[in-house]
């Protein structure tokens, strides 16, 4: 088996303060893709190149403090590419992909990290860019490799995919445009929203995110932005799937999904 984890790490820096090394060795993921890693690569070197025995690959935002992805892995990638060709984003460290290719495969195993537009129109804005841009990039790569994103996508597709849906229908991250975006990119360009699939009627126990205002973590009002998009392919190896809430590393909570395959 070949176990993926996704976390929003909300700084690395916070989250192996936290206890997320002792958690990842205990865990023993194969790749864990991190998303705001909030570090460049001073910071990292000699501290958080590895954690738990995975070697850690990384695409760094240019400003301090802000953003960031990464990959860790207990597989030796042949190709480690840091953005993907669009500078507004790719200057913020939102996607790191590594490329696992033998002769007879060509699979990639992404870290995105989607902008948020929470904080008002202009970063709404961007948010759309993002999106835009980002669609016919997965097409392009999906007409080419198998692939599984792994990432904070910052958007809620469905009612059960957040726990106050009505009240949230004018808020970024469930604006009818985002959720249609996604919509799009399961039903026309064929990826597979992997939870899902294993899930598909989960409503509270499907949260990873919940806001550090009030009780929404203590009373599990909670949202849905953690993902696993896979090609068809590697989707229909999905065999079980997990949220880890025992330890609060980060205001979002690990994703994880066994799949039947190895590198």
Not at 185 to 200: H, I, K, M, S, T
Not at 243 to 254: L, T
Request: neutral net charge; proline residues 5%.
């Amino acid at each position: 088996m070949f176990k993926l984890t996704s976390l929003n790490l909300n700084g690395i820096r916070s989250a192996t303060s936290k206890g997320l090394e002792p958690w990842l060795a205990a865990h023993r993921p194969d790749c864990i893709c991190v998303q705001e890693v909030k570090a460049q690569a001073p910071d990292v070197s000699g501290r958080f190149e590895e954690l738990a025995g995975l070697k850690g690959h990384f695409h760094y935002a240019q400003k301090k403090g802000y953003s960031g992805t990464g990959v860790y892995t207990r597989h030796e990638p042949s190709e480690v590419i840091a953005g993907y060709g669009a500078t507004e984003f790719d200057d913020e460290g939102r996607f790191t992909e590594l490329r696992f290719d033998t002769p007879t495969r060509k699979l990639s195993i992404l870290s995105v990290y989607f902008p948020s537009g929470s904080s008002g129109p202009e970063r709404q804005e961007a948010k759309y860019r993002f999106l835009a841009g980002f669609y016919p990039h997965l097409q392009a790569l999906k007409a080419g490799r198998e692939f599984i994103l792994c990432g904070d996508v910052n958007i809620a597709h469905q009612q059960k995919d957040l726990k106050n849906w009505r009240s949230n229908q004018k808020n970024s991250g469930f604006l009818p445009e985002e959720r249609a975006w996604m919509t799009q990119l399961l039903d026309e360009a064929g990826l597979v929203d992997v939870y899902r699939r294993l899930q598909p009627d989960a409503t509270d126990a499907c949260y990873t995110w919940w806001s550090n205002r009030g009780q929404a973590y203590a009373n599990n009002v909670g949202w849905r932005l953690d993902y696993h998009l896979a090609t068809p392919t590697l989707a229909a190896l999905a065999r079980s799937e997990s949220i880890y809430k025992d330890v609060k590393f980060s205001d979002h909570a690990p994703l994880t999904i066994d799949y039947d395959f190895d590198l």
